[in-house]
């Protein structure tokens, strides 16, 4: 069954707000990746993160992995109109196959 | 060009009948994936390969079948086994690299039960 758990399931800001995603796995993960689908495309990867504690940014987004190795977020900084979509964690468990969160889908109102 | 060749994109298929949903990859990846999209949803995993001959079981393999009998390629067949199949199913493959796998998605097939 699903073992990343990845919340909210929604989320809708008005353009410039700040939005943030997370996502929490019961067990510890190798790493950690991000992907961001847009309506109607395929998930592109964004990010890749493998050690503890690790940030790391992309422009106005900043990804963060848990001291832990069983947490992550993603904070996008003033959200623009391009960044609707829907974002996908996805860990791996246990190095065989890797597992998405359900992902959060993010609506921006300009 | 390298990538993850899916097709087709959009399939409709007749209750009773099994299709296959063709997935072929030119980036030398051992590992391939085959995900399931439900509107809204998130991805659920189907069947992977870590390696020619040799796939696993998924979280919904039910009313489903792959192969892998070239490194290229990974067809899924949806039997009619499977009680709802319409959905968007993604194909994907792995490299390994020393810091970790990522996975690079085909466009996907829209698959509709008519």
């Given at each position: 069954?699903?073992?990343?758990?990845?919340?909210?399931?929604?989320?809708?800001?008005?353009?410039?707000?700040?939005?943030?995603?997370?996502?929490?796995?019961?067990?510890?993960?190798?790493?950690?990746?991000?992907?961001?689908?847009?309506?109607?495309?395929h998930?592109?990867?964004?990010?890749?993160?493998?050690?503890?504690?690790?940030?790391?940014?992309?422009?106005?987004?900043?990804?963060?992995?848990?001291?832990?190795?069983?947490?992550?977020?993603?904070?996008?900084?003033?959200?623009?109109?391009?960044?609707?979509?829907?974002?996908?964690?996805?860990?791996?468990?246990?190095?065989?196959?890797?597992?998405?969160?359900?992902?959060?889908?993010?609506?921006?109102?300009? | 060009?390298?990538?993850?060749?899916q097709?087709?994109?959009?399939?409709?298929?007749?209750?009773?009948?099994?299709?296959?949903?063709?997935?072929?990859?030119?980036?030398?990846?051992?590992?391939?994936?085959?995900?399931?999209?439900?509107?809204?949803?998130?991805?659920?995993?189907?069947?992977?390969?870590?390696?020619?001959?040799?796939?696993?079981?998924?979280?919904?393999?039910?009313?489903?079948?792959?192969?892998?009998?070239?490194?290229?390629?990974?067809?899924?067949?949806?039997?009619?086994?499977?009680?709802?199949?319409?959905?968007f199913?993604l194909?994907?493959?792995?490299?390994?690299?020393?810091?970790?796998?990522?996975?690079?998605?085909?466009e996907g097939s829209?698959?509709?039960?008519?």
């Amino acid at each position: 069954g699903q073992q990343v758990m990845q919340i909210p399931q929604y989320q809708h800001v008005q353009e410039g707000e700040d939005f943030t995603t997370y996502c929490n796995s019961s067990t510890t993960l190798s790493n950690i990746q991000w992907y961001k689908q847009r309506p109607g495309g395929h998930p592109v990867f964004l990010i890749q993160l493998v050690k503890s504690g690790e940030v790391k940014k992309q422009k106005r987004l900043t990804f963060q992995f848990g001291e832990a190795k069983k947490n992550s977020s993603l904070h996008i900084t003033a959200t623009q109109t391009t960044d609707v979509g829907t974002y996908f964690c996805a860990g791996t468990p246990n190095n065989n196959d890797m597992r998405f969160g359900a992902g959060t889908r993010l609506t921006v109102k300009p | 060009d390298g990538g993850i060749t899916q097709s087709p994109k959009y399939l409709f298929r007749k209750e009773g009948q099994n299709v296959t949903l063709s997935c072929e990859q030119n980036l030398n990846h051992d590992a391939m994936y085959w995900y399931r999209q439900d509107p809204g949803q998130g991805l659920r995993l189907i069947y992977y390969s870590q390696i020619v001959n040799d796939f696993q079981k998924g979280d919904i393999a039910e009313g489903y079948s792959v192969s892998r009998e070239k490194k290229e390629s990974f067809p899924l067949t949806v039997t009619s086994a499977q009680k709802n199949p319409t959905a968007f199913y993604l194909c994907a493959s792995t490299s390994t690299g020393s810091s970790g796998n990522t996975i690079y998605f085909g466009e996907g097939s829209w698959l509709t039960v008519v």
